[in-house]
């Protein structure tokens, strides 16, 4: 199946490492343990309070990403998908996942968010 939706993902700095490992073993084995490397805060300036990513998503991965956004509260998703309508269904009633049209520059607004330079 085609690759269908697209995920932006924020997470807190504290959670980087175990989101990571998470990543590496259920998603991305070569290069999961990166998955979330880029500093976001604020100001943009360092330290980083956040990290995020962007990453395609095929629908038979949604609800592992749902049962991932269950058990971390602290993680924002936001989601483009092309049936947003199934996609809304497999992510209803979680809070922290957002269904819309997204792309960086609304994500980092929406969260109040800059990259670190």
């Known amino acids: 199946m085609a690759y269908t939706s697209r995920f932006w993902i924020?997470?807190?700095?504290?959670?980087?490492?175990?989101?990571?490992?998470?990543?590496?073993?259920?998603?991305?084995?070569?290069?999961?343990?990166?998955?979330?490397?880029?500093?976001?805060?604020?100001?943009?300036?360092?330290?980083?309070?956040?990290?995020?990513?962007?990453?395609a998503v095929r629908p038979e991965r949604w609800e592992q990403l749902a049962d991932l956004a269950m058990q971390y509260p602290s993680i924002n998703a936001y989601v483009v998908a092309e049936d947003a309508q199934s996609c809304a269904a497999t992510f209803s009633g979680i809070e922290n996942v957002e269904i819309g049209v997204w792309a960086a520059d609304t994500v980092l607004s929406h969260e109040g968010l800059q990259v670190v330079d």
């Open 10 to 55: 924020v997470i807190p700095a504290s959670d980087r490492d175990a989101l990571n490992g998470i990543a590496l073993q259920m998603f991305d084995p070569d290069g999961g343990s990166n998955t979330f490397h880029v500093g976001l805060s604020s100001t943009g300036a360092v330290p980083a309070t956040h990290y995020w990513c962007c990453t």
